[in-house]
Each structure stands twice: as structure tokens, then as C-alpha cells.
């Protein structure tokens, strides 16, 4: 009988370190669940974070996009005002050298004409 008492205290400290040691891990596990919880709301802050930050580069590149947009339109109506202008510029110049050719024309023609000396005017002769 001594013999049962004894291995039932015994099998009764085990026990108890069993539970001990179970609480003890529930215990450990419950904190690890804790701080699991923790980091996964720093996580979800963090994407919400990094979600505001996408937002607002891609409204930053939106909006850089336009102003790209706007300024290839009026580098295109510059090239279309110059352009204009140098067709402007050779028809100028056509139409100069086209005076030029007139002008020596003119001179031909009206050389041919002389002019008698009146009271007090030189006398012009081509």
C-alpha cells in the first residue's frame, strides 16, 4: 500500500508539472498570439501607408503627364509657326528678287529716254 501512496504522489507531481509546463506554454503561446496581432496591425498600417503614398505619386505623375502633354502641344505650334514663317521668308525673298529683276527692267526701259536740259534742271542721262 505505501508503495501505491507513493507512486500515486509521485504520478500526481508529475501531473502537476505537466500542467505547470502546459500553462507555462499557453501561456508563451498567448503572448506570441499577442504580439502576432500587433505586428499584423503595424503591417495593415504600414499598406495603408504605402497604399496613400502610391495615391498620391499617381496623381503626381498624372498630373506630370499633362503638363509633358502641354508642352509637346505648344512645342508643336512653334514648329508650325516656324515653319509659317520660313515660307513667309521665301516668298519674301521671291518677291525681292523679283523686284530687283523689275527694277533693272525699269532702268533698261527708261534709259532709253533722254532728257533735254531745261532753265535751272541738270540734264539727266542714263
Same mark, same amino acid.
Given at each position: 500500500?505505501?508503495?501505491?501512496?507513493?507512486?500515486?504522489?509521485?504520478?500526481?507531481? #508529475? &501531473?502537476?508539472?505537466?500542467?505547470?509546463?502546459?500553462? $507555462?506554454? +499557453?501561456? @508563451?503561446?498567448?503572448?506570441? =498570439?499577442? !504580439?502576432?496581432?500587433?505586428?499584423?496591425?503595424?503591417?495593415?498600417?504600414?499598406?495603408?501607408?504605402?497604399?496613400?503614398?502610391?495615391? #498620391? &505619386?499617381?496623381?503626381?505623375?498624372?498630373?506630370?503627364? $499633362?503638363? +509633358?502633354? @502641354?508642352?509637346?502641344?505648344? =512645342?508643336? !505650334?512653334?514648329?508650325?509657326?516656324?515653319?509659317?514663317?520660313?515660307?513667309?521668308?521665301?516668298?519674301?525673298?521671291?518677291?525681292?528678287?523679283?523686284?530687283?529683276?523689275?527694277?533693272?527692267?525699269?532702268? $533698261?526701259? +527708261?534709259?532709253?529716254?533722254?532728257?533735254?536740259?531745261?532753265?535751272?534742271?541738270?540734264?539727266?542721262?542714263?
Amino acid at each position: 500500500m505505501r508503495s501505491l501512496a507513493g507512486r500515486s504522489a509521485e504520478a500526481a507531481k #508529475e &501531473i502537476k508539472t505537466l500542467i505547470t509546463d502546459s500553462v $507555462q506554454r +499557453v501561456e @508563451q503561446g498567448t503572448a506570441l =498570439v499577442d !504580439q502576432a496581432g500587433s505586428t499584423m496591425n503595424e503591417v495593415v498600417t504600414s499598406i495603408r501607408r504605402v497604399t496613400d503614398i502610391m495615391g #498620391e &505619386i499617381s496623381a503626381a505623375s498624372s498630373e506630370q503627364s $499633362q503638363g +509633358v502633354a @502641354q508642352v509637346g502641344e505648344a =512645342v508643336t !505650334q512653334m514648329d508650325q509657326a516656324t515653319q509659317q514663317n520660313a515660307a513667309l521668308v521665301e516668298e519674301m525673298a521671291a518677291a525681292a528678287s523679283s523686284l530687283r529683276s523689275q527694277a533693272r527692267d525699269l532702268v $533698261q526701259t +527708261v534709259a532709253v529716254f533722254k532728257l533735254t536740259q531745261h532753265e535751272g534742271l541738270p540734264l539727266l542721262s542714263a
